[in-house]
């Protein structure tokens, strides 16, 4: 199988940004704990960061061009405005899974409440670290228990 990770604004960030709030592991911690988990279950794994919205959708349409299997993608910010990539992966015939390190709904910003994009995704994880990340790529490999 092969899986691209899609990580939205600020993402490059982790560990120095609100370390409260998302921890303080590094995005590369993040990176290789994926990668490590790919290898262990004998996926592929690409994954890619950008804080812009039209790289974002040009990174779904590279998912359909380049027939991944899934995506797991984490929006950030984008999750409660951005039409554009709601528009994107509804265009795309590849499973789209949206995640979060943290459950926004639980967070005290209203506006975090609201996830645009949610209706186009085929599943959510949230709220629980890098097991999110994890139990997105097992349920795209329509996986219960891969080892998280």
């Given at each position: ?104 709904a639980r ?28 139990k997105a ?9 891969h080892d998280?």
């Amino acid at each position: 199988m092969r899986i691209l990770i899609v990580n939205g604004p600020n993402l490059n960030l982790l560990g120095t940004r609100e370390p409260e709030i998302y921890g303080k592991m590094t995005y590369e911690s993040l990176n290789e704990e994926l990668q490590a988990y790919a290898k262990k279950n004998k996926l592929s794994l690409e994954i890619r960061q950008s804080n812009l919205e039209g790289i974002i959708i040009d990174l779904l349409h590279y998912a359909a061009f380049e027939k991944f299997d899934g995506v797991c993608l984490n929006a950030a910010a984008y999750t409660h405005y951005a039409y554009a990539i709601y528009d994107a992966i509804k265009a795309i015939d590849v499973p789209v899974v949206e995640v979060h390190l943290t459950d926004p709904a639980r967070r005290p910003e209203p506006f975090r409440k609201v996830s645009v994009i949610e209706d186009a995704c085929v599943a959510t994880f949230k709220g629980e670290g890098i097991t999110s990340y994890k139990k997105a790529i097992a349920y795209l490999c329509g996986v219960e228990n891969h080892d998280h």
